[in-house]
Structures are given as structure tokens and as C-alpha cells.
């Protein structure tokens, strides 16, 4: 519960840092009701933006290598200081933030990907850097992703749909009229 709450907190703050900038491309979670800034924003946003979120995302997860000095001390237990502590792998190797730059301009041009939230985007660039996935697994990884942001119905493991899940999540843009998939560089 703790590392879920640790999670979510470091997303919270760089979706709000991104906010200022992103002139509202958010997705909302259907799950966790969090809003993200997607694909749309990323699009709207200038190089040197792009540079900033990207740093944004790399500066937070690289500090968590260092969380410990922070909560030693404190009610947090073990388990969960070791989880925030190991989130500092979470840095595509021998990348630099214009190489992440490049490879999520890469992934937005697939319209489809719009409304996944940059984060996630990042992890999937993460995921194929590293190369801790193969293409099936990572073009599976893509397609939940897919369903997920764009509002399809989950299925249980029988295939039976599940009720609730599929709400089409909605974004600021759509709501002011504006359709992200309008958006370009």
C-alpha cells in the first residue's frame, strides 16, 4: 500500500509540473482516477519541453536511489524503502534524455498512442532499451496499454468482460473541443 502511495505521489508531482505547460492534454485513469498528461500534450510541447519533462521524470526516479537518507528513521518500513530505493534502475541505460526525447516522438506519431500518459510511454521506451521484453511481449505490453487509455472493457482470464473498467477516459482538450489527435509538432 505504502509503495503504491509513494508511486502515485511521484506521479502526481510531475503531472502537475507538466500541467502548467501541457495546456491540459490529460488522460484520467479509470483505475486509479489520476490524471496524466498524454500523448496530445507531449505533441504541444516545444523541444526544450520535451527536454524538461523528460529530465523531469529521469531527476525523479534517479533520486530515489537516495530516498533512504530522507526516511531513515521513520515509520516507512523496509520492504518499502528497498522498492522506492530500487526505482533508480528505472533509467533507460546508456540513454540520454534526447535519445528518450526521440524515441517518445517516435512513439506519438502512432496516433493511436495519444492518449497513453507520457509516463507510461517512457516505461515503454524504458522497457525496449533495455531490451527486458521481446517483440511480443512488448507489442502485447502496447495493445493493454492501448485498451486501457482508450477505454476498452477488460476481460478476467475466462474472457468474461468486466463491468465499470471501460469508461472512456476523457481529456481536457476533448472537453474545450479540441480533439487531441489534432494536435502535431
Known amino acids: 500500500m505504502k509503495r503504491a502511495i509513494l508511486v502515485v505521489l511521484t506521479g502526481f508531482v510531475l503531472s502537475a509540473a507538466a500541467f502548467?505547460?501541457?495546456?491540459?492534454?490529460?488522460?484520467?485513469?479509470?483505475?486509479?482516477?489520476?490524471?496524466?498528461v498524454n500523448g496530445a500534450g507531449w505533441n504541444s510541447f516545444k523541444a526544450y519541453e520535451k527536454e524538461l519533462y523528460v529530465r523531469g521524470i529521469m531527476d525523479t526516479i534517479g533520486s530515489c536511489s537516495t530516498i533512504g537518507v530522507v526516511f531513515e528513521g521513520t515509520q516507512m518500513d523496509q520492504d518499502t524503502l528497498s522498492f522506492v530505493e530500487s526505482l533508480?534502475?528505472?533509467?533507460?541505460?546508456?540513454?540520454?534524455?534526447?535519445?528518450v526525447v526521440k524515441e517518445l516522438d517516435k512513439f506519438y506519431k502512432d496516433k493511436e498512442n495519444i492518449r497513453i500518459p507520457i509516463v507510461s510511454a517512457y516505461f515503454m521506451v524504458l522497457v525496449t532499451a533495455s531490451q527486458w521484453a521481446d517483440e511480443t511481449q512488448l507489442a502485447e505490453a502496447l495493445q493493454k496499454l492501448k485498451d486501457h487509455y482508450n477505454g476498452k472493457p477488460k476481460s478476467d482470464k475466462a474472457g468474461t468482460v468486466t463491468a465499470g473498467t471501460a469508461a472512456a477516459p476523457s481529456t481536457k482538450a476533448q472537453e474545450r473541443g479540441k480533439h487531441p489527435d489534432a494536435q502535431s509538432n
Open 20 to 36: 502548467a505547460i501541457s495546456g491540459g492534454y490529460e488522460t484520467t485513469d479509470t483505475e486509479s482516477a489520476v490524471t496524466l
Open 88 to 99: 533508480s534502475r528505472l533509467i533507460p541505460p546508456d540513454m540520454a534524455s534526447g535519445d
